[in-house]
Nanobody, 125 residues
Framework: QVQLVESGGGLVQAGGSLRLSCAASGGTFGSQPMGWFRQAPGKEREFVATISWSGATTRYADAVKGRFTISRDNAKNTVYLQMNGLKPEDTAVYYC??????????????????WGQGTQVTVSS
């Protein structure tokens, strides 16, 4: 069974940076798309970024485009989310997710099959 473990969250001031990591085990990680989602208190889980199995294709939510960068290292079975220029509205629990092998770009919660436990990101103003 696929397992995903996020790390790297924490407390940072507005304008600061954090790098989240998601370590994957099980499954065929190298052939699976990976995504990052976030969920703030009282709100629905929302799409942040996704990357294809090869890393050739990436897509970002408008709210984070230009500030966040998703990348993956298949040799290390790890996906990253570099977050720069953080804003208070970025405060949320960030979740890593993966889907079964596909060439389709997935940007919806329902499109993913496996989820990590989440890591808290808090941006102070």
């Amino acid at each position: 069974q696929v397992q995903l473990v996020e790390s790297g969250g924490g407390l940072v001031q507005a304008g600061g940076s954090l790098r989240l990591s998601c370590a994957a085990s099980g499954g065929t990680f190298g052939s699976q798309p990976m995504g990052w989602f976030r969920q703030a208190p009282g709100k629905e889980r929302e799409f942040v970024a996704t990357i294809s199995w090869s890393g050739a294709t990436t897509r970002y939510a408008d709210a984070v485009k230009g500030r966040f960068t998703i990348s993956r290292d298949n040799a290390k079975n790890t996906v990253y989310l570099q977050m720069n220029g953080l804003k208070p509205e970025d405060t949320a629990v960030y979740y890593c997710a993966t889907a079964r092998p596909t060439r389709v770009v997935i940007t919806t919660v329902a499109g993913y099959d496996y989820w990590g436990q989440g890591t808290q990101v808090t941006v102070s103003s």
